[in-house]
């Protein structure tokens, strides 16, 4: 049976660190048999936190909202504490070999996200509690590959920084993947909260990537997430605790003075990075891309977005099962892939471009 939650969050007197703390919660029963599970209920259960109990993540109903554009951004407040059942780990090309499921949703606002689609009508975070099993799958996703590397992508459904205060799922998942001779993990993030993960044991074995964009783009379509300024320097910090680095420059986007404001965001980076991350150090190129879907859904949740979607302004690219997105006519996009290629060349020489897409 489906629960409800109608009442509104209580005032707990909480000082806004800039750290996600939900307004709402809702409890799976089957997480309170995991350690996790119980350590979350109860800490919210003291904070003051209205706490209710549902079946099934898929059930979560009556969160507040009097139009679909509040109900969207007090979704987006609210945490499901669940237990991940489906062990089959999704590929995550051309990043990893496999996506390690660790959380989905997002509580930052970006107009452009992906997950406007990919948990459209659930942008409610969920964090899963189950972690033991979730990395038994991974070790035998490694051991199906012997001696050879296995990556697993943890960023594919959410930011797992911006909630490891919550959880510390992506230390136990860094550690984890530290002791596997085989395993490597990755992961991207638009937050700056890395202090918990810096005397993690990641032997190498974890490359910690920072996304990061133009001063247009992070202004006017990346609300809730941290600035440039700090998340470059926690660049720093995870470069000085020994992590190899690496920025993934997306979505890159088109706008007027888009070749000036690329080159200065990679100039202040070259500025302001620290020797130790020059010694391995990966970019990775996403330009923007969008579905008839994703469009609809952005412009209903952000109608005053700026973000240009102009179909006929693109070229349709075909992906797997006969779905395809808009992405820029080739023209723009090699125009895009050479000026960042050649910028990330001249500040970036010892720097490896893995792909542009």
Not at 186 to 208: I, W
Not at 243 to 259: M, Q, S
Request: some cysteine.
């Amino acid at each position: 049976m489906a629960t409800t939650l109608l009442e509104a969050p209580a005032k707990t007197g909480r000082k806004d660190s800039g750290l996600f703390v939900p307004d709402y919660v809702f409890v799976e029963p089957n997480a309170l048999d995991y350690p996790l599970g119980q350590e979350l209920y109860q800490r919210f259960k003291e904070q003051g936190i209205p706490l209710q109990m549902t079946t099934s993540h898929n059930q979560v109903r009556g969160i507040p909202g009097e139009t679909d554009v509040e109900k969207y951004r007090n979704a987006k407040r609210t945490l499901v504490i669940g237990v991940r059942k489906t062990m089959k780990f999704e590929p995550s090309k051309p990043s990893a070999e496999y996506a390690i499921p660790l959380a989905t949703g997002c509580a930052a606002h970006c107009h452009y996200c992906y997950l406007n689609t990919n948990v459209g009508s659930k942008p409610y975070i969920r964090v899963y509690v189950n972690t033991d099993e979730i990395f038994a799958q991974a070790k035998k996703y490694i051991e199906e590959r012997p001696g050879e590397i296995t990556r697993f992508e943890a960023a594919c459904t959410s930011d797992p920084v911006s909630i490891e205060h919550l959880t510390g799922n992506l230390k136990r998942a860094i550690e984890f993947m530290g002791k596997e001779e085989f395993g490597r993990l990755r992961f991207v993030t638009k937050f700056h909260h890395v202090d918990s993960l810096l005397d993690a044991q990641h032997n190498k074995h974890t490359r910690f990537r920072f996304s990061m964009n133009a001063d247009y783009v992070i202004k006017n379509f990346e609300p809730g997430t941290s600035s440039f300024a700090q998340r470059i320097e926690a660049a720093g910090k995870v470069a000085r605790a020994g992590y190899p680095l690496g920025f993934i420059l997306a979505p890159l986007y088109w706008f007027d003075g888009w070749e000036e404001g690329y080159t200065d965001l990679l100039e202040r980076l070259s500025s302001q990075l620290v020797p130790e991350a020059m010694t391995d150090l990966t970019f990775e190129l996403i330009q923007h891309r969008f579905t008839k879907i994703a469009k609809s859904l952005i412009l209903a949740r952000y109608p005053k977005t700026k973000l240009v979607m102009n179909e006929e302004e693109r070229k349709y690219k075909w992906g797997k099962y006969g779905k395809g997105k808009y992405v820029y006519p080739d023209v723009q996009a090699k125009a895009l892939q050479a000026h960042l290629e050649k910028e990330i060349a001249r500040l970036f020489p010892q720097a490896k471009v893995e792909y542009f897409t």
